[in-house]
């Protein structure tokens, strides 16, 4: 099994079982810090798994709206430390691309997914002038039932941890594309961008987008950003979320278990005809 490197760590636990207490050794999902700096200047740090780094970074200028294209990136490299491989810093050198004045700043509003009123968030959003995804694809709801096995049979870090989401794109006939993990929801989600993007598969108007978890404004955003037509996730959406699917005419389903989901918006692209 070929798991992203760093992305687990191992620790020695106790384990009490039917009245007896044992030592063992216990995997444990990593957790450090990336700060993602642009043409030299730090811009944000998240905390994430490592693994698929330079993945994360584009993915992340991207759907809070630095860059909207491959074309725009001159360089992407890990900034070198004493730590060596152990970096934790992504430089994303951009071509030529004129930031707007507070870009910056309008990418740690938008990126927060609490305490900021909804009407601002939402507003902040059609600034950005994100457009609808397709309206041309279409999926059939039993294929939309079995996507949530398909990802949980392909989490490799969660198999030996237990406490990773998982973000993954599939197509219109359910076949798996990729799938990223980590400790945020969100930079799953990025990881999988950044991934096509790197990958020349952008925009990602001919895919579905699952997510282990909920289904929150952040997530919808960025599944926005990246064209993405269906997000599907295995719990509930927030209403924020609900409110800008609505609005843009994303699909947005939830509670997606064994031959059950419920739709928010959109059930165009994956319900019949009839309703």
């Not at 007896?20 to 450090?32: G, I, M, N």
């Not at 740090?45 to 200028?61: I, K, Q, Y």
């Not at 909920?214 to 064209?227: D, N, P, S, Y």
Request: glycine share 10%.
């Amino acid at each position: 099994m070929h798991l992203p490197a760093r992305s687990l760590e191992l620790t020695q636990v106790t384990e009490w079982t039917d009245g007896v207490a044992h030592a063992r050794q216990d995997s444990l999902a990593a957790e450090e810090p990336l700060e993602i700096r642009v043409d030299g200047t730090p811009l944000t740090v998240t905390m994430r798994t490592p693994g698929n780094d330079l993945e994360l970074a584009v993915g992340f200028l991207l759907t809070e709206g630095i860059i909207e294209s491959n074309d725009q990136l001159a360089e992407v490299r890990v900034v070198p430390t004493d730590a060596g491989p152990r970096s934790n810093r992504i430089d994303v050198r951009l071509g030529d691309v004129q930031l707007a004045p507070g870009g910056f700043q309008r990418t740690f509003f938008t990126a927060s997914s609490c305490g900021i009123c909804g009407k601002a968030s939402i507003e902040a959003i059609r600034r950005r002038g994100l457009r609808a995804p397709s309206h041309e694809f279409r999926m059939q709801p039993e294929v939309l039932c079995r996507l949530p096995e398909t990802l949980r049979a392909d989490q490799q870090v969660f198999d030996r941890t237990g406490g990773l989401h998982a973000a993954a794109l599939f197509d219109a006939h359910g076949k798996l594309i990729a799938l990223r993990e980590d400790i945020g929801r969100h930079n799953a989600v990025d990881k999988l961008v950044g991934w096509a993007l790197l990958e020349g598969r952008f925009p990602l108007n001919d895919s579905v987008l699952l997510v282990s978890g909920r289904g929150g404004f952040e997530i919808i955003q960025k599944a926005l950003a990246a064209g993405v037509p269906v997000v599907a996730s295995l719990s509930a959406p927030s209403s924020l979320a609900v409110k800008l699917a609505r609005e843009l005419g994303l699909t947005l389903v939830g509670f997606l278990r064994g031959d059950r989901f419920v739709v928010y918006s959109g059930g165009f692209r994956c319900l019949p005809k009839e309703f």
